[in-house]
C-alpha cells in the first residue's frame, strides 16, 4: 500500500513548510479556514501546481520528477469544481479514468466500459450512463467524477471538498465508499463533523501553515475551534460511533484574529 509524505512543502506564500504524512490505507483529513492552503496543497500533491519549495512524495518518488501519465497511474483527484464543460455522456467521462493505463491511440475497449459501470454502480449513477454529463445537477456531476478517479485504479485518491452538493445520504455514501476503496486518501472537508467521523487523522491548516494533526478526538477540541475558527463550541462523543461531535454554540469568541497555535 502507498505512503504520502509531504516535506517542507512551500507554494508562493499560500503554503509555507508544510509536513504531513498520510499512511498507507488511511484516510486523512485536511480541515481549516477558507484560505487556509487546503486546495492549493491538494494541488501540489496531484500536479497542477509544482511547490516552490519542498517535496510530496509517494513511497519515496518525488511526484515531481514523475510524468503526468506516469502520475495519474497512481494518484487519482476529484476536483472541488466540477465544472459542466465536458461534451460526453457520463460513462464516456467515467471511461477516461482508464486513459493512463493505455496507449494515446486506442479507444475504449469492452473491459473499459465494464469498469466504468461498475464505477457508476458503486456512485449510485447506473441509470445515468447515457445522459449528456452537462445535464446532471451539481451533485450528480460530483459522483461521477468520483467514478471516474475509480477507474483509474489509484493507489492514492486526492479528493477536494468530495461532499459538495450533495445531499446528506450521498455525502454518507461518497465518505463510506471512500474508507472501503483500498487506497490511500486524503481528502479537505469544510464539514468538521464529516472529518470526525470519516477521517483517520486530521491536519488543521491556517494561513499556509499546519497548527496541529492527530485523531479527530485530538483536534477537534473546543480550544482549536477557538483558535482557528472563532466560533464557540462543544465537542461530544457521538452516542453510537463515539466519533467527536462539534456542536456549535451561538455567536463568534474572535478567537481566529487572536490565534497563536
Not at 488511511?26 to 484560505?35: A, D, F, K, R, S
Request: charged share 25%.
Amino acid at each position: 500500500m502507498t505512503e504520502l509524505r509531504l516535506e517542507g512543502l512551500s507554494y508562493e506564500g499560500r503554503l509555507r513548510s508544510v509536513d504531513l504524512t498520510v499512511r498507507p490505507g488511511e484516510t486523512v483529513g485536511l480541515i481549516g479556514p477558507n484560505g487556509s492552503g487546503k486546495t492549493t496543497l491538494l494541488r501540489c500533491v496531484y500536479g497542477t501546481l509544482a511547490p516552490t519549495a519542498g517535496r510530496a512524495l509517494l513511497d519515496g518518488d518525488d511526484l515531481r520528477a514523475l510524468g503526468p501519465k506516469a502520475r495519474a497511474r497512481r494518484v487519482a483527484t476529484v476536483p472541488q469544481d466540477t465544472g459542466t464543460d465536458f461534451e460526453l455522456t457520463v460513462r464516456e467521462l467515467v471511461a477516461l479514468g482508464r486513459s493512463p493505463h493505455k496507449r494515446f491511440w486506442e479507444g475504449d475497449t469492452a473491459p473499459d466500459r465494464e469498469h466504468a459501470d461498475a464505477a457508476l454502480a458503486r456512485v449510485g449513477l447506473t441509470g445515468f450512463a447515457d445522459r449528456p454529463y452537462p445535464t446532471l445537477s451539481g451533485g450528480e456531476r460530483q459522483r461521477a467524477l468520483v467514478a471516474r478517479a475509480l477507474v483509474q485504479d489509484p493507489a492514492l485518491l486526492v479528493l477536494d471538498e468530495p461532499t459538495n452538493h450533495l445531499d446528506i445520504r450521498h455525502q454518507l455514501d461518497v465518505l463510506s465508499l471512500v474508507r472501503t476503496l483500498g487506497t490511500t486518501n486524503l481528502l479537505a472537508l469544510h464539514d468538521l463533523n464529516l472529518a470526525g467521523a470519516y477521517c483517520d487523522r486530521i491536519y488543521v491548516l491556517e494561513r499556509g501553515r499546519v497548527v496541529t494533526g492527530g485523531t479527530p478526538a485530538e483536534v477537534l477540541t473546543p480550544a482549536l475551534l477557538d483558535a482557528v475558527y472563532g466560533v464557540d463550541a462543544e465537542v461530544v462523543p457521538h452516542p453510537r460511533s463515539g466519533a467527536p461531535t462539534v456542536v456549535y454554540l451561538h455567536g463568534p469568541t474572535g478567537g481566529q484574529e487572536a490565534s497563536t497555535m
